[in-house]
């Protein structure tokens, strides 16, 4: 479908599924899908896009710009990295007496203490700083959320996944990828809820998404954070 308003056209496809509401989605190449419950009014669908206009375009803008972007960091003083959502600056400073090369997080920058000024030293001590960072917020998570459940996780691991947000298996481990880190802290959350909520039910059926809602109601937006900047997360 093609839609105008403010004097801009969306080109969105239209997918009616078996689901309680609205939800608007970008994929990797900047192609719109709107996904809304059998039986909703073409009025309705174009109600909600215009209320999220202004979104809409901003996601669309950036999903094209992603062609642009360079794909790996270089490790000079003023490039940015994520850390809970938002982009920082880093610092860095040589320090040969320092037990072990180090990143402090303070106000508006990410400071690098290391002992030689090599891009791979700095790498490392940046994937460790998200690493601890990752750990200490998903546990306190937990802590937020485990009152929504009866059981509660026999482990928590930290790890370097290609391929996966969280896991939870069947002895109640749970894994998150230290990538989480750059996530804001709504979307650490929903990972976190995500994957309890598989300590009740593993798959992901009707209940698990049922169960995650009841705890989560928005979220699919906490979701779609991942799907829309995932690729922005490197390090």
Partial sequence: ????????????????????????????????????????????????????????????????????????KVYNHGESFLYLGNTYPIQIYQDIDILQDHVVFEGDKLHIYVKQLEDERIKQALKRFYFQQCKALVEKSIQSYQSNFKVKPRSIRISDSKSTWGTCDSKLQLTFNWKLAMAPLQVIDYVVVHEMCHMVHLNHDRS?????????????????WLALSSWKMIV
């Fill in 208 to 224: 698990f998404w049922r169960l995650v809602g009841k705890i989560l109601p928005d979220y699919e937006q906490r979701q779609n």
């Fill in 1 to 72: 479908m093609i839609h105008s308003y403010s004097g801009e056209t969306i080109s969105f496809e239209l997918i009616y599924k078996n689901r309680t509401s609205m939800g608007i989605y970008i994929n990797l190449y900047g192609n719109v899908e709107v996904q809304v419950p059998k039986g909703t009014s073409e009025q309705s669908v174009l109600q909600l896009i215009e209320e999220k206009w202004d979104w809409v375009q901003e996601k669309i803008k950036e999903m094209k710009d992603r062609t642009l972007e360079p794909k790996e």
